[in-house]
């Protein structure tokens, strides 16, 4: 029993409980009518099924509890009468569904007292797909009867179930095959989860799991590793890992299906199906067994509950849901009342290339943050960096300097002797020459120096008051820890960006130009790009902060994005912002592309238009990094602006879909090649990204598909400029308010 179930056999389908708070329930099946990802993102017969505390689902039926009465329901797709009316009025704490039987524990659902005998009856097959259901005379056992129970599992003839001492009992015609072996009579559990004719539990010593029945599902079952939850399908089972809530499955199945990016706080399997709630999103997931030909179950937009909702603290080891969460602005609790609350299993570990940076408490589970801002020696282990071993680098390369200055020293002595003689004709040269002027950059304070007549001249620049500022190069290496690897926040053609923490506590992204750069730029370009930068200043643009232009160095100090790329969020395996927050995106980074191309003066034409160049700022504000400086001839910008115009355009299908530009595990590698012809065709909605739930109203996200496609024109001449577009996402982002 859980949040999640799924009906297997012939006609399998899958429901869960909605996070909207109500408890409402979404159902989706195979979809055998169209290989469209739309056509099945539609909840299927759930239109008349009421609010549910639990769910658990048999063979083309499924069951639950209801959330306001706790008495049982149970339903097909194509009646909602299957409970004997003898049970109708009868208050169930837990319930499971069998191939043809259903079996359920008597007492409120919301009660702290879990603890009650056991009712069951018979799921009867008709002619057909017709169902119905009358009170079991197989599943009748005194001896059962007259114990309670805390929870209870049904497979093909059987039903096992908890006592009150956590010992398994097992009942039913089927029964007699579930023989406990005797290293297991005594062990204690906490879960269990039953196949057709077979049973796993996970035990309370080491929250690993045991299995006994038959052997066709049980084979090679994980050793050593802790669960939280089980599902089982037709000849395997599936569960969710303790340390990262990461899956395993055993039995027969197809192990290179199951997804590795995100963690699950609640699953459940049909035949050859598993679906599970992803813990960051509570978006809904599908993988499949081992048969070659899989269904199609494409599960609808909507967030689901990531598991049951409950009276009473959590407890150790279990945090409660927070609804905040999830950013969603009208959603307030998971749970039908106030006092009710979900308690979710913490997870100690992070998925590879995260580390732990925050434990779970009582009201949120363990953070994971990137291994790219581990800052000290706690998440060193994890995320294999060494900065120990760097250092005993980092002094070797010391030694041998000191040897070659050591060398050096004896050969100047000799060019010492040589230069007395001619310090005298030196000194008078000296005295002639002239002095000149150095201006700090954005600082307007003027400085008397000489002119440095080596391979490294000054950068000198008009200054802009008051802006930035100039740095060391021993502060920065000191804020960035020697330019340590596991400082680094991107790296590009220009060079490496890391991030930095000054004396002042401020945090910074310290953009360091690589050899080729310096090389190929010579002063006077890098002089004109500071003047540029220093002249640009807007919300929606990542602004200077100062730089540095010591031995040879060319270092650029920006603002720090704490929230990363846009790219990060929509394909790296974060939580994929929600649909406000997109349009938002959108329009902020549209505001700061406007205001390249018309505030700034000459103006300025990105050329790297792209969803890794979108920085998001602590307010998850857009901002528009990494553009272009140097400007071109009238004919060349107005031709480059348009080509601003064609890459934001890409952007925005990302925005919508969810997918790469550019992916080569797709059919279709390039996202413009795949979407302008369905959004051509008027079939917009196809390329809306299925992994965030939908608005109640779409209206806005095909008309953003829309502004993709007008972006996308091939004839520069009809796409829009970047104001048009300013103006058409201003309007969507309105609607979406609105809704």
């Given amino acids: 029993m859980g949040s999640i179930a799924a009906a297997f056999g012939e006609d399998g389908f899958f429901c869960a409980i909605d996070a909207s708070g109500k408890q409402a329930v979404i159902c989706w099946g195979n979809d055998t009518s169209s290989s469209s990802s739309t056509s099945s993102s539609s909840p299927a017969y759930s239109d008349d099924i009421p609010a549910l505390a639990a769910l658990s689902g048999g063979d083309g039926f499924l069951c639950g509890i209801l959330a306001n009465t706790s008495v049982p329901y149970c339903w097909s797709s194509i009646t909602n009468d299957l409970v004997p009316q003898v049970f109708k009025s009868t208050a169930y704490s837990h319930i499971a569904a069998g191939t043809n039987h259903v079996c359920a524990i008597r007492g409120s659902y919301y009660s702290d007292n879990n603890l009650g005998s056991v009712d069951c009856w018979d799921i009867v097959r008709k002619s057909g797909r017709n169902l119905s259901s009358e009170q079991s005379t197989l599943f009748y056992d005194p001896g059962i009867s007259n114990l309670v129970l805390k929870t209870v599992v049904s497979g093909e003839g059987f039903s096992c179930g908890l006592s009150r001492e956590d010992r398994i009992l097992c009942w039913g015609p089927n029964s007699t095959s579930l023989q406990l072996s005797s290293d297991l009579v005594s062990e204690k559990f906490f879960t269990l989860a039953s196949g057709r004719d077979s049973v796993c539990g996970l035990s309370q010593v080491d929250d690993e799991v045991h299995c006994w029945g038959k052997n066709d599902s049980l084979k090679a079952p994980p050793i050593g590793i802790g669960f939280v939850s089980l599902a089982a399908g037709a000849q395997h089972f599936c569960g969710i890992r303790q340390d990262n809530h990461g899956i395993e499955c055993w039995g027969s199945f197809n192990s290179s299906s199951i997804p590795k990016a995100s963690g699950f706080l609640a699953i459940a399997s049909s035949d050859y199906i598993t679906c599970g709630i992803r813990e960051d999103d509570l978006v809904l997931d599908c993988w499949f067994a081992y048969i070659a030909s899989t269904p199609n179950y494409d599960p609808p937009f909507q967030l689901c509950s990531p598991g049951l909702c409950s009276p009473g603290s959590c407890g150790q080891g279990r945090f409660a849901f927070n609804a905040s969460s999830l950013h969603e602005t009208d959603l307030t609790s998971l749970c039908v009342r106030k006092e009710l609350s979900i308690c979710s299993p913490c997870g100690v570990n992070c998925a590879e290339g995260f580390f732990t940076s925050s434990p779970c408490t009582e009201n949120a589970d363990r953070v994971c943050t990137a291994c790219s801002l581990c800052q000290n020696s706690s998440c060193w282990d994890i995320c294999n960096l060494h900065p120990l071993t760097d250092m005993k680098r980092k002094h070797q390369h010391q030694l041998r300097r000191l040897i070659l200055v050591v060398a050096a020293s004896a050969s100047a002595l000799v060019l010492i002797l040589i230069c007395w003689c001619l310090l005298p004709s030196l000194i008078a040269n000296n005295n002639k020459r002239s002095k000149t002027k150095q201006f700090a950059l954005c600082l307007g304070k003027e400085l008397e120096t000489e002119a440095l007549n080596d391979s490294h001249p000054p950068v000198v620049v008009t200054p802009c008051p008051g802006v930035a500022q100039i740095f060391r190069l021993t502060e920065l290496k000191d804020a960035t820890n020697g330019f340590k690897e596991f400082n680094e926040l991107g790296r590009g053609s220009y060079g490496f960006v890391y991030k930095a923490l000054l004396p002042d506590g401020r945090q910074v992204a310290v953009k360091r130009a690589n050899a080729a750069t310096i090389i190929h730029t010579n002063n006077r370009d890098f002089e004109m790009e500071l003047e540029i930068l220093c002249s640009i200043r ?35 395996g974060l939580s994929p912002p929600n649909w406000t927050l997109r349009l938002n995106i959108a329009l902020q980074a549209a505001k700061g592309l406007e205001y390249l191309h018309k505030e700034v003066s000459p103006p300025i034409v990105h050329r790297d238009v792209k969803s890794s160049n979108i920085l998001l700022d602590a307010d998850w504000g857009a901002r528009i990094a990494d553009f272009g400086l140097l400007t071109l001839n009238e004919t060349d910008v107005v031709e480059d602006i348009k080509s601003d ?28 090649d795949w979407a302008l012809p369905i959004i051509r065709q008027g079939k917009a909605a196809a390329t809306i990204d299925r992994y965030i739930p939908l608005p109640r109203n779409v209206e806005p996200l095909l008309k953003l598909a829309e502004a993709a496609e007008l972006a996308l024109r091939e004839d520069p001449s009809e796409r829009p400029t970047m104001t048009d577009l300013v103006v058409l996402l201003e309007r969507l982002v309105k609607d979406m308010v609105m809704l």
Wanted: contains cysteine; aromatic residues 10%; glycine residues 8%.
């Fill in 538 to 572: 807007h919300t929606n643009v990542v602004n200077l902060l100062g730089y540095c232009a010591e031995m040879g160095e060319r270092l650029l100090v920006y603002e720090y994005m704490p929230h990363g790329t846009l790219h990060d969020h929509l394909h790296s």
């Fill in 645 to 672: 115009v064609y890459n934001f355009g890409i952007v925005l299908l990302e925005i919508l879909s969810g997918r790469k530009a550019y992916d080569r595990d797709c059919a279709t590698p390039s996202i413009v």
